[in-house]
């Protein structure tokens, strides 16, 4: 079992940074690839990020590469999205999830994360 809590989202203006953060309990937080989600009213959670379990690979939506940055802290059972020069476009209620498959394979689907945090909002004004 793993429980997923995220915080770190708010109002900001558009070029500017903000810092997710998911904290997980649950003593098999090492061995899940982590990954970030993000939806819109009426769209689909789409993928943003995500990381392998010891942190070594990533893979970014393009929508995303080069502005964000996921990482991880094993000993802190915490992943976080580093979010720059933020766009209106980013504005999303965003998902921090986990995969707790055996396989420290990366996947970008919905369906492949088995856990979710209840979400932050993310708003970027222009």
């Known amino acids: 079992q793993v429980q997923l809590v995220e915080s770190g989202g708010g109002l900001v203006l558009a070029g500017g940074s903000l810092r997710l953060s998911c904290a997980a309990s649950g003593r098999t937080f090492s061995r899940a690839v982590m990954a970030w989600f993000r939806q819109v009213p009426g769209k689909e959670r789409e993928f943003v990020a995500a990381i392998s379990w010891g942190g070594g690979t990533s893979r970014y939506a393009d929508s995303v590469k080069g502005r964000f940055t996921i990482a991880r802290d094993n000993a802190k059972n915490t992943v976080y999205l580093q979010m720059n020069s933020l766009k209106p476009e980013d504005t999303a209620v965003y998902y921090c999830?986990?995969?707790?498959?055996?396989?420290?394979?990366?996947?970008?689907?919905?369906?492949?994360?088995?856990?979710w945090g209840q979400g932050t909002q993310v708003t970027v004004s222009s």
């Open positions: 999830a986990a995969d707790s498959s055996p396989l420290n394979v990366i996947r970008t689907t919905r369906q492949a994360y088995d856990y």
